[in-house]
């Protein structure tokens, strides 16, 4: 079982933990990180989640994603993260996220890297990915709309790919 640092809404670090799925106040919150990988062509790795996963079961993915645990930093969660479901080293200490999304409880923090994987050198890890595959803004917006992708806003996406080579929301 996970045990989370909170947070408030300034992200400072609260004196106080919990475990993953026990309440949380009002004004307290949680990390999640995700990590999007894109290949040389422009395309994103993606992951089917297992059908026996909580949460979007045998739904296709981003790259990686998951709640920052107790003591992580969101670069740490970020590698570990990574390192966990697919078996990808990188290093995030010199970079920060692209974007950071609030949701109700919590932070969401997008790392967004160019990196050719060799999708057979992938180590999936079995309680949580069944498979793993590059693909095109246009076919994840597809496998959206198929129901077969876990339900993200498509704006999102969009600028998931067109912002992956830079900071900032303005074109340069």
């Known amino acids: 079982m996970e045990k989370w640092d909170l947070i408030d809404r300034n992200r400072t670090k609260l004196e106080k933990q919990i ?101 057979t050198k992938l180590v999936l890890q079995s309680e949580e990915v069944k498979a793993a595959k590059w693909a095109s803004k246009e076919e994840i917006l597809t496998l959206i709309q198929q129901g077969e992708f876990v339900p993200y806003y498509e704006g999102l996406l969009s600028f998931l790919f067109e912002g992956r080579h830079h900071y900032g929301s303005i074109r340069l």
């Not at 395309?43 to 981003?62: A, E, H, S, V």
């Open 19 to 119: 475990m993953r799925g026990d309440p949380m106040e009002s004004d307290e919150f949680h990390l999640v990180v995700h990590v999007c990988i894109f290949n040389s062509k422009g395309d994103m790795l993606i992951q089917q989640r297992q059908p026996f996963k909580y949460g979007w079961p045998n739904l296709w993915d981003i790259t990686c994603g998951g709640s920052a645990v107790a003591g992580d930093t969101s670069q740490q969660a970020a590698s570990r993260e990574l390192f966990e479901e697919l078996g990808i080293s990188y290093d995030f200490k010199t970079i920060r996220p692209h974007i950071t999304i609030n949701f109700d409880r919590g932070f969401d923090d997008y790392y967004l890297i160019e990196q050719d994987i060799d999708l």
